[in-house]
């Protein structure tokens, strides 16, 4: 760690670039969601930095990994909260493209279970074409991750992909906010990490039980180059690889959840750091397990997305492949 608290800066080459949003996460915080056409009172509200692509690089970056995120702000108040965030996370500023009018923005609703909703409105995400990324492509061609999600334009996320492809970068992919994807997209990807939401609308297959998410897995292995892992809520998530028929499965790290936002996002920067520091496959994602489990633990995106030493302690100080709470089947 430099001694300003950042993790990474500039000079360093990102060995994970990520492609994505930046946004101002609006969020309110009640006792229960509103029904249709009702006012409920909460009881509390933030406006902090967030976006999949931006929470994804901080997750990755606070594990002391590299990290670049490729990405659009606005020219409003909301980009000055996201450019310093960024900037003090040690991930470089060099790769922000500032545009005219307003930044990203979620609406984030949270009830007392740590459940939420969101409405994410992309505006300068919108911004961010193939040719911005085009710019990067060296970048991208150095680095050993590429991590991309959906909050921004789907020509630039394939763009991407195809990168990474050109110069053997491994392409992951968190299909994020679900939306259906063709073959050409999920061929060039190594790495799909969807929600259960997302497997089923991108299989048709039902996921809400192991077996189901098991099969829209398996379907999605034979669309995709490598491995497919459906992260399950607290049901924890499974993984199957190409060439195997081995399933890996984790339990869900028994932890406090107040909070759920950003936490499939540091399971997917907390998988994506793993694998640029070459921890084996089941050490990668029981790490990821345990990032992702921390951040239900705090209020927010940015702010509950863990830190390496606390991952490791929760972890017990030791990467054990064989860990009790790792299933092989
Ligand atoms: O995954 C959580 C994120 O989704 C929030 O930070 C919000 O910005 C939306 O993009």
């Keep these: 760690m430099h001694p300003d608290g950042t993790v990474a800066t500039p000079d360093d080459t990102p060995q994970i670039v990520v492609v994505g949003s930046l946004n101002l996460d609006v969020t309110a915080r009640a006792t229960r969601m509103p029904d249709d056409g009702e006012t409920v009172l909460g009881d509390d509200f933030t406006m902090l930095p967030g976006g999949k692509g931006g929470n994804q690089a901080v997750a990755a970056a606070r594990q002391e990994v590299p990290t670049a995120i490729i990405g659009c702000i606005g020219s409003d108040s909301a980009a000055d909260i996201l450019y310093d965030a960024v900037r003090l996370e040690g991930c470089d500023t060099r790769f ?32 961010l074409t193939p040719a911005i990324v085009d710019h990067y492509a060296d970048d991208i061609a150095s680095a050993t991750v590429l991590l991309c ?29 679900a939306r259906p994807l063709d073959d050409e997209i999920l061929s060039l990807v ?92 089941s050490e990668a994602y029981r790490y990821a397990s345990a990032c992702g489990a921390l951040a239900t633990t705090t209020h927010g995106a940015f702010p509950s997305l863990p830190r390496r030493r606390q991952v490791e302690a929760l972890l017990g100080g030791a990467m054990v492949a064989d860990a009790p709470d790792i299933t092989v089947r």
């Design 149 to 177: 999600q959906l909050e921004v334009p789907l020509d630039t996320v394939r763009h991407a992909l195809e990168l990474a492809n050109m110069h053997g970068v491994l392409a992951i992919l968190n299909p994020a906010p």
């Design 190 to 281: 190594d790495l799909l990490i969807p929600n259960e939401t997302e497997a089923a609308l991108l299989t048709g297959i039902d996921t809400s039980t192991r077996g189901g998410a098991l099969a829209a897995a398996r379907a999605l292995l034979e669309r995709t180059k490598g491995d497919v892992c459906i992260t399950r809520g607290s049901a924890g998530s499974l993984l199957v690889s190409t060439g195997s028929d081995e399933v890996l499965e984790t339990e869900v790290f028994p932890v406090d959840a107040i909070d759920a936002t950003g936490a499939g996002d540091a399971f997917c920067g907390g998988l994506a750091s793993a694998i640029a520091r070459g921890l084996p496959r």
């Design 96 to 127: 922000l493209t500032v545009v005219d009018g307003p930044s990203g923005i979620a609406h984030i609703e949270v009830d007392h279970n740590g459940d939420n909703r969101i409405i994410v409105v992309p505006l300068a995400n919108e911004a």
